[in-house]
C-alpha cells in the first residue's frame, strides 16, 4: 500500500514512473547513505570513508564505533535535504520517511531527520523493527548477566528514540519485517494498532515471501501512509 523512492539510486526515474502509475499507494522517501550514489558529493563524506571517488556511497560504511561529527552532521543534513528534494522536484507527494538498512533509526541523525520532515511538510516516519527490541528485552528478562552494557545503552537509547518519534511524527504502532510477522504473528494477536510490514514484491529472493503474504489476504484492513496521516489529522 505504501513504498519509498531512493533518491540517488540508478533506478530513481523508473521509480517516479511506478509510483505516478499508482495514484492509490503512498510514496515516500528512502534516504541513504550507504550504497547509492551521493548527490552532493560533499568533500566531508570523502574524508570519512564514505563515498568512493566515483560519487557512490561506501557499502557498510558506518559498522562498528562509527562517529559522527559536527561537520559530516552539516553534510548529513545537506545530502538529505537534497535526495528528498529531489523526489519532490519529480511531482510525488512525500507521505513519509524509511532508511536504506534503517539509516533513518540511528540516533545521532533523529534531530536532522525531524528537522527535514519540518522543513519539507513530510508528516509520516517508520518505526525501528520490532524484533530487535523484542529480542533484546527477552534476553534481558532471561537472564540479565549476559546483557552488556552497551545492550543496555542500546536499549534506552532506542526506546527514547521510540517516544520522541510517537510525539513528533505520524507512524505505526509497530514495524517489522513480513517474514518475521508471517512466522511469529501469535505475537501480535493482544495488540491493537497499526503494524506496518515490510514486504519486496517483485524480488527475487523474496518470491515465499510475496506469496505467503496473500494469505492474509481480508483478514487485515490495508492502509496507505496517506490513510494513517489522516486519521491523525481527525
Not at 521509480?15 to 550514489?37: M, Q, T, W
Not at 570513508?49 to 558506518?62: A, H
Not at 523484542?134 to 536499549?155: A, G, P, T, W, Y
Request: overall charge negative; aromatic content about 10%; charged content about 25%.
Amino acid at each position: 500500500s505504501s513504498s519509498t523512492i531512493m533518491g540517488g539510486s540508478k533506478y530513481f526515474a523508473e521509480g517516479v514512473e511506478i509510483a505516478r502509475k499508482h495514484p492509490e499507494a503512498s510514496f515516500g522517501v528512502h534516504l541513504h547513505l550507504d550504497g547509492a550514489d551521493c548527490l552532493t558529493m560533499n568533500d566531508v563524506f570523502l574524508k570519512h570513508g564514505m563515498i568512493k571517488t566515483s560519487g557512490e556511497f561506501v557499502k557498510g560504511c558506518m559498522k562498528g564505533d562509527f562517529k559522527f561529527t559536527p561537520e559530516l552532521l552539516d553534510a548529513i543534513y545537506t545530502e538529505f535535504d537534497m535526495q528528498i528534494s529531489r523526489i519532490e522536484d519529480a511531482g510525488i507527494t512525500i507521505t513519509h520517511i524509511d532508511g536504506h538498512h534503517f539509516v533513518h533509526t540511528f540516533s545521532p541523525l533523529l534531530d536532522i531527520i525531524l528537522e527535514l520532515m519540518q522543513r519539507h511538510n513530510i508528516k509520516g516516519l517508520r518505526l525501528m523493527q520490532y524484533k530487535t527490541f523484542r529480542k533484546l528485552i527477552n534476553q534481558i528478562c532471561k537472564d540479565i548477566k549476559s546483557v552488556s552494557v552497551r545492550e543496555i545503552s542500546s536499549i534506552i537509547s532506542q526506546h527514547h528514540w521510540v517516544h520522541r518519534v510517537k510525539k513528533s511524527c505520524v507512524t505505526t504502532d509497530w514495524f517489522c519485517e513480513a517474514s518475521y510477522f508471517i512466522s511469529n504473528e501469535h505475537e501480535f494477536d493482544n495488540m491493537d494498532g497499526v503494524i506496518e510490514l515490510m514486504t519486496h514484491p517483485g524480488h527475487p529472493m523474496y518470491e515465499e515471501e510475496t506469496r505467503a503474504i496473500y494469505k492474509f489476504k481480508g483478514r487485515y484492513e490495508l492502509i496507505t501512509y496517506a490513510d494513517l496521516i489522516q486519521q491523525y489529522s481527525n
